[in-house]
Nanobody, 127 residues
Framework: QVQLVESGGGLVQAGDSLTLTCEASGRTPHKPAMGWFRQAPGKERVFVATISYNSDSFDYADSVKDRFTIYRDNVKNAVYLQMNNLKPEDTAVYYC????????????????????WGQGTQVIVSS
């Protein structure tokens, strides 16, 4: 079993920056890819960013490219989402997800590909 706990959400103003953290616990022989998804009020959950275990494969949603950066620290079992120049449309609950895989250089952008999910952290961006 893998447990994921997100933190770092909050209320910020448009143009501000915020870094979300996802800490993973639980033993696994896999080399998990990690992803961030978000769900805005009244909308479905959507992909934001993903990173491979080796940090050599990335993908971002078009809406966050050039503003968000995903990175990870495998020693700390953590993945981060650095969010810059936040916009009101970034308001959402942000979820961390883990994809158990042995392909250490593969990232995944589809929700159904992920095996474990965190409980989410709320980000509110005021205009």
């Amino acid at each position: 079993q893998v447990q994921l706990v997100e933190s770092g959400g909050g209320l910020v103003q448009a143009g501000d920056s915020l870094t979300l953290t996802c800490e993973a616990s639980g033993r696994t022989p896999h080399k998990p890819a990690m992803g961030w998804f978000r769900q805005a009020p009244g909308k479905e959950r959507v992909f934001v960013a993903t990173i491979s275990y080796n940090s050599d494969s990335f993908d971002y949603a078009d809406s966050v490219k050039d503003r968000f950066t995903i990175y990870r620290d495998n020693v700390k079992n953590a993945v981060y989402l650095q969010m810059n120049n936040l916009k009101p449309e970034d308001t959402a609950v942000y979820y961390c997800a883990s994809k158990l895989t042995f392909y250490s250089s593969t990232s995944y952008s589809r929700e159904y590909e992920y095996d474990y999910w965190g409980q989410g952290t709320q980000v509110i961006v005021s205009s």
